[in-house]
T-cell receptor, first 116, second 112 residues
């Protein structure tokens, strides 16, 4: 059981380049999230999805886009990378609140992204 | 706007000590609260989840309590071990939202 898998694990980009981070989960979770973690600021929510084909903005969505075409995958895109987007990016997933199941968030191991 | 604070930011204790980590939040209308562990270079692992209707949850040497009215949760670790060294984060899900708000964590070091 792989859980939540993020690819790539590391990436270095130049300012202005674009890229896509992939998150895949095999637990049939309805909800998926993208966070960024920066020193001293904790985890901040970028975008989230409560189901296939639906996405919504979190706290810090500017400069990012997301798509959830399949239930198991949640993609995070950087349209034009900026040095301020240097961070560690985490994907998480969980069951929907109304399924009556324990609902902890499961996290991937992160993508370390540097923008030069 | 929900804000989550964790004190202390860092803690160093000798092996075998019982310890308490604190988490406070500003909006008491929460759906649940989670405690996570994060090892260096790794993702977060959920330790305990407390629903808003619960007062505490226990797993092994860990016990988490929730006092919604005062906006506080504590994570109690009994008989600490060097393997408990990690950063511990709490996260709050405010009612009516899908968004967890995280504290900045407590970095714990247990000395052998």
């Amino acid at each position: 059981n792989a859980g939540v898998t993020q690819t790539p694990k590391f990436r270095v980009l130049k300012t202005g380049q674009s890229m896509t981070l992939l998150c895949a989960q095999d637990m049939n979770h309805e909800y998926m999230y993208w966070y960024r973690q920066d020193p001293g600021m904790g985890l901040r929510l970028i975008h989230y999805s409560v189901g296939e084909g639906t996405t919504a903005k979190g706290e810090v969505p500017d400069g990012y886009n997301v798509s959830r075409l399949k239930k198991q995958n949640f993609l995070l895109g950087l349209e034009s990378a900026a040095p301020s987007q240097t961070s560690v990016y985490f994907c998480a997933s969980s069951y929907a609140w109304d399924r009556g199941l324990d609902q902890p968030q499961h996290f991937g191991d992160g993508t370390r992204l540097s923008i030069l | 706007k929900q804000e989550v604070t964790q004190i202390p930011a860092a803690l160093s204790v000798p092996e075998g000590e019982n310890l308490v980590l604190n988490c406070s939040f500003t909006d008491s209308a929460i759906y649940n609260l989670q405690w996570f562990r994060q090892d260096p270079g790794k993702g977060l692992t959920s330790l305990l989840l407390i629903q808003s209707s619960q007062r505490e949850q226990t797993s092994g040497r860990l016990n988490a309590s929730l006092d919604k009215s005062s906006g506080r949760s504590t994570l109690y670790i009994a008989a600490s071990q060097p393997g408990d060294s990690a950063t511990y984060l709490c996260a709050v899900l405010t009612s009516g939202t899908y968004k967890y708000i995280f504290g900045t964590g407590t970095r714990l070091k247990v000395l052998a």
